[in-house]
Nanobody, 123 residues
Framework: QDLLVESGGGFVQAGGSLRLSCKHSRAILSTFLSRATAWYRQAPGKERELVAVIGSGGRTNYADSVKGRFTISKDNTKKTVYLKMDDVKPEDTAIYYC??????????????WGQGTQVTVSS
């Protein structure tokens, strides 16, 4: 089992930065190390979008819409995955969710989900 706890959302002006955190609060270290974790977002009236994924070995993938602006990373000692959002735009406004795959697959991880954290970017 795993329990993902997100934090770090809030209000930010366009061009600013924000860092989201996703803690695997119930996973032991070896389990965390085997997981792939992703950040998704969903804006009102839009479909959920996969934003970034980090694999067990640290490999990363990004949606084209955030490449060069967002960085996904992880701290194994804290069992936490981060999403650093730089040069944010109003279109980045959404609820951001982290999710993880049980088997380490980087293809749309969705076995475990966090509760979501709101990010609002003002122009």
């Amino acid at each position: 089992q795993d329990l993902l706890v997100e934090s770090g959302g809030g209000f930010v002006q366009a061009g600013g930065s924000l860092r989201l955190s996703c803690k695997h609060s119930r996973a032991i270290l070896s389990t965390f190390l085997s997981r792939a974790t992703a950040w998704y977002r969903q804006a009102p009236g839009k479909e959920r979008e996969l934003v970034a994924v980090i694999g067990s070995g640290g490999r990363t993938n990004y949606a084209d819409s955030v490449k060069g602006r967002f960085t996904i990373s992880k701290d194994n000692t804290k069992k936490t995955v981060y999403l650093k959002m730089d040069d944010v735009k109003p279109e980045d406004t959404a609820i951001y969710y982290c999710a993880a795959s049980r088997d380490g697959s980087m293809v749309a991880p969705d076995d475990f989900w966090g509760q979501g954290t709101q990010v609002t970017v003002s122009s």
